[in-house]
């Protein structure tokens, strides 16, 4: 891979996200039943729900993906990290805006702020602390043009 960009680090979350949801629920050990299995008959069955289906476990790579992408967080402010990953689970930004009481505008101010940042660290550019935020924006967005 030769450069990462702002859409290649977003589309890295959002494989991670759904692995992450995908992965089977965390169960405690210890608890089980001797009981045998009661047999359902037809009589049983009418009128419950159906039992929701779920998606096939991710493959072994994509689970490998996730653990090298989930760690890129941590180079983010912590209300920051929170923001990227409620919006690469697909929640909309109207419930994100009202989570951390902020508008539209700056969310996506911040979030286009942590993929660009993501992708300068991939790139192991260095980044200057004298930098503001809109400056990261706007030199990664250069430096993405030209590729």
């Known amino acids: 891979m030769s450069e990462w960009t702002r859409e290649m680090v977003e589309e890295r979350l959002i494989e ?3 692995v ?3 992965l089977p629920n965390v169960r405690v050990a210890g608890f089980f039943s001797t009981w045998p299995a009661k047999r359902q008959e037809f009589s049983d069955l009418v009128g419950q729900e159906p039992v929701p289906m779920r998606r096939p ?3 072994r790579d994509a689970i490998d993906r996730t653990e090298q992408a989930l760690p890129w967080l941590q180079w983010l402010e912590a209300e920051d990290a929170k923001l ?8 909309p930004w109207k419930a994100i805006c009202a989570r951390f ?3 539209r505008v700056t969310a996506n101010r ?3 702020y942590a993929m660009s940042l ?5 790139n192991r550019r260095p980044l ?3 930098w503001s935020r809109r400056f990261l924006v706007e030199r990664m967005k250069f430096l993405s043009s030209k590729i």
Not at 84 to 91: D, L
Not at 118 to 122: E, G, K, Q
């Open 101 to 103: 009481g902020i508008s």
């Open 128 to 130: 200057s602390s004298k």
């Open 16 to 18: 991670a996200a759904d």
């Open 110 to 112: 911040r979030w286009e």
């Open 118 to 122: 993501i992708a300068w660290r991939l």
């Open 84 to 91: 990227v990953w409620m919006r690469v689970e697909g929640i």
């Open 57 to 59: 476990a991710p493959a």
């Open 20 to 22: 992450m949801k995908r």
